[in-house]
């Protein structure tokens, strides 16, 4: 999954928008008023990654100025959703699993840096 963070000007805020609502592959978008002297709107938006180089091409027609977004990898850690992942999963009541450090132990949530 890849992640959508964006300011957006306001005369383009409405069409950028509309562009991540028409475009398959984007999901949970979010909208808010940017704090601060500038006026603009964050949007924050889940994109497949099929979706990934169409988006980019219909931000940078809009003219989103390139220090104005990225388009970031998230790392899904949970809920696991393929079966070989979840088998993985150690089944201990005392402990919890972290891909990348192994049972935590009590650790819970510092693992998540």
């Known amino acids: 999954m890849l992640q959508l963070r964006a300011s957006v000007p306001d005369a383009h805020s409405e069409r950028f928008g509309r562009l991540l609502g028409d475009h398959d592959g984007v999901r949970r978008i ?21 979706a990934a180089d169409p988006l980019v091409a219909a931000i940078t027609e809009m003219g989103i100025g390139v220090d104005d977004w990225a388009l970031t990898k998230l790392d899904l850690v949970a809920p696991l959703r393929h079966p070989a992942a979840a088998s993985a999963t150690p089944a201990s009541p005392g402990s919890r699993w972290s891909a990348r450090r192994g049972p935590t132990r009590g650790r819970w949530p510092a693992t998540w840096r």
């Open 30 to 50: 979010s909208r808010q008023r940017e704090d601060g002297t500038g006026a603009a709107d964050v949007f924050v938006a889940d994109v497949e990654p099929a």
